[in-house]
Structures are given as C-alpha cells and as structure tokens.
C-alpha cells in the first residue's frame, strides 16, 4: 500500500503544480461549468470526477510497467527513477517560469490526444451527467508535462496499486485549481497564478526532483 509520506507527496505535487492545471485544463473546466447555477456545481464535480478517475487509471498501468521494469534489470529502474528526477526539476522550471523546456516532452503524447480530442469536443456543452463525465475522463488525457513528471516518478516505484492510490492523490491536490476554474473563482486562480507562488512552487519541485536523483545515485556512488 502507498505510504503516507507518498501519498501527501502525490497531493502536494497536484497542489505545486496548480497554475500549470489552470493553463493546461483551466479553460475547458470553465467551458464544461459554464452552465446554469443549479447544474453548475454538478457540472463541477462530474468533470473533475472524470478526470481523476483517467488519472488514477494511468498511475495503475505506469505502476505495471515500473513493476516489470523491475522484474527485468536493476539498471532499468535506475534509469527511470532519473527520469522521474528529472522531470520534476524540468516541471518546477516551468512552473517558476524559470525555463520552458518541458513543453517538448508534452508533445510526446499529442498522437495518442489526436485521437481522443475529437470524442472530448462532441462531449462539450452537452447538459447531461454522462457528457459531462466522459468529458472529464477524456480531458484527463491531455499531454501535460506534470502528469507526466507525476507519472514518471509513480512508475519509477513499480507497484501499480500504489500508482493507481498516488495519481488518485495527485487528482486530489489539482482539485482546488480546476473546480475554481469550472466554477470561475476569479479570486483563488489569481492567487494561484500570482509569481510569487509560481516560483515557491517551482522551488519546491526542483527540491524533490533534485532529492530524488541524489536518493537513486549517492548509494551507488557510495558503495
């Protein structure tokens, strides 16, 4: 099972990361909660629900593939608990505005979000709770540099219930950002936005990334 520390990191690195959620999925929550008030709330809950639900499922199928990583060479998680380092210190640049070098690694996934984009647009203004759903689940898929930074460091702990539990946690801590965004709290995503934040966020990324190269290499150093 996921230990506590991990699974508070996982909402922490959703938490860090909320102004990159606000760029990457903030207008499209918006759009999917742009509807009366009395549905605006369900609206709301059913996008975001969606969306964690997509998360969840791709920290599971990571976990596998990190488990079988393991089961094949030592060398071979090494190299993707560098990765996951790596990742977060390229996210929290991005984050602080300090270098955008992760827009690159998003493009990976822009074949797999060709095909799933066209079904998420029909989704879009459609009253109905299955609509709004399926828009969220299928919105969870957007190539996105901290996902992916998330997913690399849930995979490079090769157990798939736990990645399934720490990208359920990371949904959990973008929540606050996205829900405002669906229900256009001007206020918490000018806060979130502010540079400030952007850069103690950023800061703080850098630190786990930087700690989790130093925790793959220093014991082979030191042996």
Known sequence: MTEPLSFITAILLGLFGAS???????GIA??????????????????????????????ALVGALGLWLQSQHQWLMLGLRTIAGAMLILMGLYVAKWASWLT??????????????????KQLGRPTMRSQLLLGALWGWLPCGLIYSTLSWVAANGQPLDGALAMFAFGLGTLPAIFSASLAAATLMQMLNRAIVRKISGALLMLYGLWTLVSVWLPIANS
Request: proline residues 2%; charged residues 15%.
């Open 30 to 59: 918006a759009a999917a909660g742009n509807t009366d008030r009395e549905h605006r709330i369900r609206a709301a809950i059913l996008f975001n629900a969606g969306r964690i639900t997509s998360y969840t499922l791709a920290g």
């Open 104 to 121: 690159q690694v998003e493009r990976l996934g822009q074949g797999l979000w060709g095909l799933i984009r066209p079904l998420a647009q």
């Open 20 to 26: 990159h959620c606000l760029v990457m999925c903030g």
